[in-house]
């Protein structure tokens, strides 16, 4: 099973006490650690009011589309990653986007409890996963079901409007 999650906000909310943190962890250059860090250094957000502009110091944030952007959150994701997972649980994250791949655990299973089930449900019963529930906007599902009319050949195959 996988779960695919998109963390909402991630890149405004990043702290930059967090980055430097991470920053420290990694066997980079020193020169290298400097430079990301001098970008996180007295960074200030100024706007303009109807009489005067208006700045203060930026100590969260950045920009999503910048070059840095993906690799600060993935260096303060990769504190999430390494934590120890269950065997059958593998995490992987770039910037904001994280997957969950559950595999099934070695075993026998008693699958007839699935056929008189929700499809959900039943996916749970088979897979062996305790049931828990999510809120999650569904972005799009469209599936197209027609009449093949004529021949078609994928992946080496031929599909006949007889088959």
Sequence with gaps: ???????????DHLQYNSIRNSLDKFNFPSDTIEILKDILTDRTVTFQ????????????????????????RNLVANEIISEKQQPNVHLQAFADDFIFMISEL?????????????????????????????????????????????????NNINFTPNN
């Excluded at 009011?49 to 600060?72: A, E, F, H, K, R």
């Design 106 to 154: 070695a075993g026998p299973k008693n699958i007839t409890e699935a056929y008189y089930t929700t499809p959900t449900a039943a996916l749970q019963i088979i897979e062996g996963i305790i049931p828990f529930h999510i809120n999650a906007e569904q972005e799009a599902a469209y599936v197209r079901i027609g009449r093949l009319r004529k021949t078609s050949i994928y």
């Design 1 to 11: 099973m996988v779960i695919s999650r998109d963390i909402q906000g991630a890149f």
């Design 49 to 72: 009011t109807t009489q005067v502009p208006v700045s203060w110091l930026q100590q969260q944030g950045c920009s999503q589309g910048s070059c840095t952007g993906p690799m600060s």
